[in-house]
């Protein structure tokens, strides 16, 4: 009895759920009807059912109060004073002490703001007066799941556009902005920036600017919570695209150098993580002489996370150099007289992003630093050792001073006999005089004397530079095996490069020019030496491997001046097996995935800085890499134009025709996109190749079946009615009898796409037609008999041949099929009959025994065996075309 008695009296602490507890009788527990409890509950109204259960002891009550408040505003939706109470009593559960509550309530918020805006108009002030408040009221709430719900609810508002401006303004902003002070707490300010930043793209540029930059802005120099650095770098792009480039260059790029040489390497690597963003919101000038400079810094960071993440943005980082009122690689037919504005290079480019190498290498290695004050010029940035407080709020005069120093030639560049012609009109470009000899220098006294005043005046740093930078290559190289010694010396190895391009100028003017010193001798060379053609093709594939011997024709062979060149033979290195043990196993496959943009960024007059690349990848170990290119090859050949497509890209095409279906797919899934900017000779000698997609690696691999079914419709109008018949018309009677369904009905569509291109010709459709009776509506299967009728079916209504040479070639064996023994061909053969041909007038209105035989067919239909027969021979077409109930009997077969 004791027992029992403290059964009874837990079970009255448990009335929230709606049972009033156990009675005790005789020794006996006797348990009332649910059914009874039931109706209790619903005696009550919503409201009151909802004050019995928000005042319950038991937290899960409470929690299904929350979970269950949607449902009562709906129930009450028609009495506005009700709404008003409902809303009213969920303020007063947002004060509830249980934090899965208050979680749980939150939950709801959006839901319930929806249902307010769409079905509450007379409340105009609903979610503004009652909801609001507590979002925002939770944003600081002790408990950890209830500041991440609300912040999510917080973003489903404002994506929802359900919180009207002035209240984001006045109600939100502050107290975020609130919560980020200094002295809030470290858990609660990391998530607040988090928010501002999430928050910035969706109110716009005006109230980020005036209440979320400056915090922003201190909120990067926070020394104590590395965290919340980390969380601005991290957002630091999406920031700058909002307050557009005139902010960040003046207000926000001083930061993000800062960042870039934070301590903590997850900082570094966040800001390498969205460099391209950061880029994209300044100009090219900025871009060119300071992010460059910064970039390259990342990329010899000591951190190989910050590496990785470095490299993995090289690509979309150069992507960024591209100008958007050029047309780089949008004339595909007209290579030669492409009309994308030309610029020279200088040398100014290659000294700015040497200084910027060594200084990058310098501050990283402290026993580069004393040997490096002679030799910098102020190229680099201040790494987080030496920037303090002070020293950052000069550092818009220092990245000044540095852009400077950058923008200024040295004496020996503009005394540089470069091999490029002088600027000249467009149609000198390209004229073969200028490019198969070594051009004349054209002589000005005048600049002569200016630059020798200018040279005397200046400072003998970069043949110093460059001898100090042999010695501390020299010094590095016993420890080459570390690998962050071994990305310094790669660094160290791009910036000795650089430097000699002002040491060997004069030398090089004198040497004779080999005919891979200019990307374009190799076509104009053609036009004087026919007989050359295998040696010149020599040249060409040495470009690289002799550029990595000798500076002087690296600089020769890759001369662009889109691209900093430093940046540029960070990218080329990416291929270099070394990478991948010191940076990262997969950094082939990045830079495969951003070539074409690059590629898009240089211009095909610059292909050749990228073909060894191109082809080093195209021929790597693994298969992500060549799937990768294979994916691209299109977007690359319609940069490139047919012509360095055919040489180039044809060979590495055929090769990934034969590699493993991974990297096949890659190819077939955008055939017609590549086939279609080949000559008509090129493209023809695949029609040999295509019936080699049947074969797979793995016969279940029905998709590849499938696509190369899609491809061939594509393919269609590349190729003459007689290739067509010649060659796709097997290809497309081998896919109609796939096992798989979803391939057969695919190449159905095929089958009526030849049809339609066989019109034309009489003979070739007569004799495919012929075959097609021959082959499926005779066939020993079913399944071919049925594709018979739906090729049919689908000829008539997509109008692929006209109803004259339907009725001559297809109507006979069509009407044929009346007769067949399984269901499943008859239920086709009447929806064609009821739902295809007979909304056509022709065959209404047509006079002899063609409609004859067709009413004839159609009554024995009407009265066939089968239920689902007779239905569709029966009804009116109209009311069953798009019944679905109607066709489930037979959907199974399609």
Same mark, same amino acid.
């Given at each position: ?15 929230g759920?709606?049972v009033d ?21 619903e ?18 009550n409470?929690q299904?109060v ?8 709906r ?27 208050r ?6 918020i ?7 805006q ?9 979610f ?26 917080l ?12 209240d ?25 920036? !988090? ?7 969706? $109110? @716009?540029?005006?109230? %980020? *600017?005036? +209440?979320? /930059? #400056? &915090? =922003? ?16 770098? !991290? ?6 695209s909002? $307050? @557009?480039?005139?902010? %960040? *260059?003046? +207000?926000? /790029? #001083? &930061? =993000?150098?800062q960042?870039?040489?934070d ?11 969205c ?15 300071? +992010? ?6 990342l ?18 980082f ?27 290079s ?23 630093c ?12 201040q ?33 540089d ?24 220098p ?14 005397e ?11 100090q930078?042999?010695?501390l290559?020299?010094n590095?190289?016993?420890?080459i ?14 910036a ?15 040497e ?13 060379s053609?036009e ?20 990595s011997?000798n ?20 990218y ?29 960024t ?10 060894d690349t ?9 298969w992500?890499v060549r ?25 590495i ?59 061939l ?9 007689q ?62 008999r ?14 692929c ?40 007038e ?18 024995a ?27 489930s ?6």
């Open positions: 009895m004791a027992d029992l008695s403290l059964l009874q009296d837990s079970q009255e602490d448990t009335d759920f709606g507890g156990y009675s005790s009788e005789s020794d006996a527990i006797i348990i009332p009807s649910v059914l009874d409890f039931v109706t209790q509950d005696m009550l109204t919503p409201l009151g059912r909802l004050d019995k259960y928000i005042s319950s002891e038991n937290v899960f409470r299904m929350a979970r269950s408040l949607l449902d009562t505003l129930a009450v939706s028609e009495d506005e004073r009700e709404c008003v109470s409902v809303l009213e009593r969920i303020d007063r559960l947002a004060d509830d002490s249980e934090p899965t509550v979680a749980e309530l939150m939950e709801q959006p839901h319930i703001a929806i249902f307010c769409e079905n509450r108009p007379s409340i105009p002030f609903a503004s007066k009652y909801l609001l408040p507590i979002v925002v009221r939770y944003l600081a709430d002790q408990n950890n799941l209830v500041r991440k719900t609300s912040q999510a609810a973003l489903v508002l404002l994506e929802q556009e359900l919180i009207e401006r002035g984001v303004e006045n109600l939100v902003c502050p107290v975020l902005v609130d919560l980020t002070a200094p002295d809030s707490n470290d858990d609660v300010k990391t998530e607040a920036m !988090a928010i501002i930043c999430k928050m910035a793209p969706m $109110v @716009g540029k005006d109230i %980020t *600017e005036r +209440l979320f /930059l #400056p &915090r =922003f802005c201190e909120m990067c120099c926070d020394c104590r919570m590395f965290h919340v650095r980390k969380v601005c770098a !991290a957002n630091f792009g999406d920031i700058c909002v $307050v @557009g480039g005139e902010a %960040t *260059e003046e +207000l926000l /790029l #001083p &930061r =993000f150098f960042l870039c040489s301590n903590v390497w997850g900082v570094r690597k966040a800001c390498a993580e460099f391209m963003t950061v880029s994209s919101a300044t100009s090219p000038e900025v871009r060119r002489t300071k +992010l460059s400079s910064l970039f390259i810094s990329i010899s960071d000591p951190s190989r996370w910050v590496r990785q993440a470095a490299f993995q943005s090289l690509g979309q150069i992507s960024t150099f591209a100008s958007p009122s050029s047309n780089v690689g949008q004339y595909f037919r007209d290579e030669g007289n492409w009309s994308g504005a030309q610029t020279h200088t040398n100014a480019d290659a000294a700015g992003s040497s200084s910027a190498a060594e200084t990058s290498a310098a501050s990283h290695n402290p026993s580069v004393e040997e490096q004050d002679v030799a910098e010029e102020g190229g680099g940035e790494t987080a050792e030496v920037l303090t407080e002070d020293d950052s709020k000069c550092l818009p005069e220092e990245t000044e001073a540095s852009s400077g120093a950058d923008e200024d030639p040295p004496a020996s560049a503009r005394d006999p470069s091999p490029s012609p002088a600027p000249q009109d467009e149609q000198e470009l390209f004229n073969s005089f200028h490019y198969w000899r070594t051009p004349i054209e002589i000005d006294l005048d600049l002569e004397l200016l630059e020798e005043e200018e040279e005046k200046r400072p003998s740093a970069p043949a110093l530079g460059r001898k930078l042999e010695e290559i020299e590095l190289e016993p420890h095996d570390d690998p962050d010694v071994k990305a310094q010396v790669d660094v160290l190895t791009a000795l490069r650089a430097t000699a391009l002002d040491s060997g100028l004069e030398d090089a003017f004198l004779p020019r080999a005919a891979q010193s200019n990307p374009f001798s190799s076509q104009h053609s004087l030496h026919s007989d050359d053609t295998q040696r010149r093709d020599d040249d060409d594939d040495s470009d690289v491997s002799d550029s011997v500076p002087e024709d690296e600089r020769k062979s890759k001369q662009q001046d889109v691209v900093p060149q430093a940046l540029l033979d960070q080329l290195s990416m291929t270099d097996p070394s990478r991948a043990q010191t940076v990262d196993m997969e950094i082939a496959k990045h830079c495969a995935y951003s070539l074409p943009g690059v590629a898009l240089l211009g095909r007059q610059n292909w050749h800085c990228l073909r191109y082809e080093t990848l195209a021929s790597d170990m693994q992500k799937r990768t290119l294979a994916f691209s090859i299109h977007e690359l050949a319609l940069i490139l134009g047919d012509q360095l497509t055919a040489a180039h890209l044809v060979p095409f055929n090769s990934f025709l034969k590699d493993l279906d991974e990297v096949r797919i890659g190819v077939l899934k955008h055939l017609y996109d590549f086939l279609k900017l080949l000559h008509q000779d090129t493209r023809r000698k695949y029609l040999y190749q295509l019936q080699e997609f049947l074969v797979t690696d793995n016969s279940r691999n029905w998709r590849f079946r499938s696509e190369l079914a899609e491809q419709v594509l393919l269609l109008e590349l190729y003459s009615a290739d067509v018949h010649d060659y796709l018309r097997p290809l497309a009677f081998c896919l109609c009898t796939d096992r798989v369904s979803s391939v057969r009905w695919t190449s159905y569509r095929l089958v009526s796409e030849i049809i339609r291109k066989l019109s034309s010709c009489s003979s070739l459709l007569v004799s495919f037609l012929g075959e097609l009776v021959e082959k499926f509506c005779h066939s020993q299967k079913w399944s071919g049925q594709a018979f009728a739906f090729v049919c079916q689908l000829s008539i209504e997509e109008e041949l006209t109803l004259d040479q339907f009725s001559e070639h297809l109507l006979p064996p069509l009407l044929q099929l009346a007769t067949d023994p399984v269901p499943n061909v008859r239920v086709l053969l009447a929806k064609t009959l009821r739902q295809t041909l007979l909304e056509r022709y065959f209404l209105n047509s006079a002899g025994c063609q409609q004859e035989a067709l009413e004839h067919t159609l009554v239909l009407q009265t066939d065996v089968d239920k689902d027969v007779k239905y569709f021979a029966s009804v009116h077409p109209g009311s069953t075309r798009l019944n679905e109930d109607a066709m009997t037979t959907s199974s077969t399609y």
